[in-house]
């Protein structure tokens, strides 16, 4: 084979193996063996990417620490109910949009599954189009929500808030210090001082501050959180402001403290 050819095949390996990894990942909570390969053989065709789980603490695992773009959920399964485990899973920071999977006749366990957040559900039996027409409503509006999310904690759409004797405006990704100067900042330092000022005389361990601004599926390493508390103490001492409030807690991470000159 020659060069070109060998060129041509790479970047034709390259390409499908791009197109692969976008594909879209459902997670197929159901205890039900036979269903569940059903529905994952279904989406199969449909071009989407399945794992499937049929107790409740496999999808707990998988979904700590994997991604994954929606979370179909029988409210019955053997070891938890799904309510139980969108509850948990929620508490852990894990925001995979759920459908729940119903029974025919369980209309209460309906208007429970959207009023504790569900993104919808779908009735046992179900014909496989509507099915994958819900999904992809979903994800549909899961990709808007996220449009004006600038980090995992912080939007364009937060309103301004004091953080040290200045003004961090999320609109403008922008500091207003005293001195009348703007400066603008990244979308992870505003991220990082979402965090502080919503979490203030508290220690918050540099795990936590790493998922809340990066995900909790992120590979992010301390030494990245650092070079980005640097930029932001430098930023303030440019126009004079000192971080008191803002302290390191040695081999744990930070505190906020409001009694340190911090705003009241």
Known sequence: MCDTEVNRAKKLIFKLS??????????????DKDLATLIETQLGIAEMQCQVCHEAAHVERYLKSNFANLLLLDIN??????????????????????????????EIKKVKALEMGGDDYITKPFGFPELIARINAVLR??????????????????????????????????????????EIIGRKELGIFAYLA??????????????SVWGIHADVRSRSLDQYIVKIRDLYKK??????????????????????????
């Open 18 to 31: 791009m197109s692969q990894s976008k594909k879209t990942l459902i997670v197929i909570a159901e205890d």
């Open 77 to 106: 399964l053997p070891d938890n109910s799904g309510f139980q485990l969108m509850q948990t899973l929620r508490k852990e920071g894990v925001t995979t949009p759920v459908i729940f999977l119903t029974g025919e006749n369980d």
């Open 141 to 182: 509006r899961a990709e808007t929500t996220r449009d004006g999310d600038i980090t995992k904690n912080a939007s364009i759409t937060d309103e301004p808030f004091e953080f040290c004797g200045a003004t961090v405006n999320p609109h403008r990704l922008e500091v207003c210090f005293p001195d009348g100067e703007r």
């Open 198 to 211: 919503s979490h203030p005389n508290a220690v918050l361990t540099r795990k936590n501050l790493i998922h």
């Open 239 to 264: 126009h004079g402001l000192t971080l008191d409030a803002f302290r390191t807690v040695h081999g744990v991470g930070y505190i906020y403290d409001l009694e340190f000159g911090g705003d009241s």
